[in-house]
Nanobody, 118 residues
């Protein structure tokens, strides 16, 4: 699976931003697509994930109610809508894929930088 993330940029606190991840290379039945982020000097952390078939989503507590993950099966894309952004959301955001909810993530995109100024 090849993943290409896009949509990062510089925004102000309180703004919204939409990231997109284009997936290719195979069919994605039963796959789970996720977003992670890594802030400067910190470890990479989970943000959200969604099951390809049913569209069931899970979120990190830090982004719940502010971020929304969605997938478009016709376009093979996974989006992350980020609202009410905070400076602590500043990070490189990565999309990733795994074969099932219980599996480890095995495919990673190149990352897109989101910078939120105060």
């Amino acid at each position: 699976v090849q993943l290409q993330a896009s949509g990062g940029g510089l925004v102000q606190a309180g703004d919204s931003l939409r990231l997109s991840c284009a997936a290719s290379g195979r069919t994605f039945s039963n796959y789970v697509m996720g977003w992670f982020r890594q802030a400067p000097g910190k470890e990479r952390e989970f943000v959200a994930e969604i099951t390809w078939n049913l569209g069931s989503a899970n979120y990190a507590d830090s982004v719940k109610a502010r971020f929304t993950i969605s997938r478009n099966r016709a376009k093979n894309t996974v989006d992350l809508e980020m609202n009410t952004l905070k400076p602590e959301d500043t990070a490189v955001y990565y999309c990733a894929a795994k074969r099932s909810l219980s599996a480890n993530y095995i495919s990673w995109g190149q990352g897109t930088l989101v910078t939120v100024s105060s």
